[in-house]
């Protein structure tokens, strides 16, 4: 029996604007990242999605802090020091957790959103100052990361709780980073590959490259896009896939 977490980066509406199919999503997941009104969402919209995970009795609530650019949906790098990136993780998770008490609930884990995320894989200082202000902030909480990369060992060098993340609808360079959404080929948008990458992913530890080589991933939690057009879809056949092949989802 294998097991791994199933994530979504969800609670991204905004205002009059809604973005993915949160409330039929967290039901089928077992980990949900929140944004934390700095890429995205706010307080109405983080307090809605909080009350759909605490309706749905077993998906953990995990903070998804990013930059401070609502506007490139946090895909767009900002140059920032050490202490405001600490001080922009300290806030977020401050936010969510606000929202997160008044219901009973508290954060499971943390996993930096986008260009904040994916920064990291080149900047191992910037992984560091993440990973110490989560343990600054919550030393019992789960950092989150891409696999074998910065974050995950910035994490472990703070004696926090790590996990492998790896993605079922995106492709890999060979050194095991993502390739960036603005080259062709960055998107895996058929389904039946996704999901066959997925399994392998799970039972052999490895994925192939855009370039066709097979690379080594540790795979604890895999992360579907809660804003892909068909992400409902997605998620449905991944997790009939999981059945299939006897893998068991379970809360990271």
Same mark, same amino acid.
């Given at each position: 029996?294998?097991?791994?977490?199933?994530?979504?980066?969800?609670?991204?509406?905004?205002?009059?604007?809604?973005?993915?199919?949160?409330?039929?999503?967290?039901? @089928?997941?077992?980990?949900?990242?929140?944004?934390?009104?700095?890429?995205?969402?706010?307080?109405?919209?983080?307090?809605?999605?909080?009350?759909?995970?605490?309706?749905?009795?077993?998906?953990?609530?995990?903070?998804?802090?990013?930059?401070?650019?609502?506007?490139?949906?946090?895909?767009?790098?900002?140059?920032?020091?050490?202490?405001?990136?600490? =001080?922009?993780?300290?806030?977020?998770?401050?936010?969510?957790?606000?929202?997160?008490?008044?219901?009973?609930?508290?954060?499971?884990?943390?996993?930096?959103?986008?260009?904040?995320?994916?920064?990291?894989?080149?900047? #191992?200082?910037?992984?560091?100052?993440?990973?110490?202000?989560?343990?600054? #902030?919550?030393?019992? @909480?789960?950092?989150?990361?891409?696999?074998?990369?910065?974050?995950?060992?910035?994490?472990?060098?703070?004696? @926090?709780?790590?996990?492998?993340?790896?993605?079922?609808?995106? =492709?890999?360079?060979?050194?095991?980073?993502?390739?960036?959404?603005?080259?062709?080929?960055?998107?895996?948008?058929?389904?039946?590959?996704?999901?066959?990458?997925?399994?392998?992913?799970?039972?052999?530890?490895?994925?192939?490259?855009?370039?066709?080589?097979?690379?080594?991933?540790?795979?604890?939690?895999?992360?579907?896009?809660?804003?892909?057009?068909?992400?409902?879809?997605?998620?449905?056949?991944?997790?009939?896939?999981?059945?299939?092949?006897?893998?068991?989802?379970?809360?990271?």
């Amino acid at each position: 029996m294998y097991k791994v977490d199933l994530n979504a980066d969800l609670g991204e509406s905004y205002g009059n604007y809604t973005i993915g199919n949160d409330d039929e999503i967290i039901p @089928l997941i077992s980990s949900a990242n929140v944004a934390c009104g700095f890429h995205a969402s706010d307080p109405v919209v983080m307090i809605k999605t909080v009350e759909m995970i605490k309706e749905s009795g077993s998906t953990g609530l995990g903070a998804h802090p990013g930059f401070p650019d609502m506007m490139g949906f946090g895909r767009r790098y900002m140059d920032m020091t050490a202490d405001e990136v600490r =001080a922009i993780v300290l806030y977020q998770l401050g936010a969510l957790e606000g929202i997160a008490k008044t219901y009973g609930l508290g954060l499971n884990h943390v996993k930096p959103h986008g260009a904040l995320y994916n920064a990291t894989f080149n900047d #191992y200082d910037l992984a560091v100052t993440i990973a110490n202000a989560v343990k600054e #902030y919550d030393p019992a @909480l789960k950092l989150m990361g891409l696999s074998n990369q910065n974050l995950v060992k910035a994490g472990l060098e703070a004696g @926090l709780e790590v996990r492998h993340e790896v993605f079922a609808d995106r =492709a890999y360079e060979d050194d095991g980073t993502l390739v960036s959404r603005r080259k062709e080929g960055a998107m895996i948008t058929d389904t039946a590959e996704a999901v066959e990458r997925v399994v392998k992913m799970i039972r052999e530890n490895r994925v192939e490259s855009i370039n066709g080589n097979m690379i080594d991933i540790q795979a604890d939690s895999i992360c579907v896009h809660g804003d892909g057009e068909n992400a409902l879809e997605f998620i449905r056949e991944i997790r009939n896939a999981f059945k299939e092949n006897d893998i068991r989802i379970e809360t990271m």
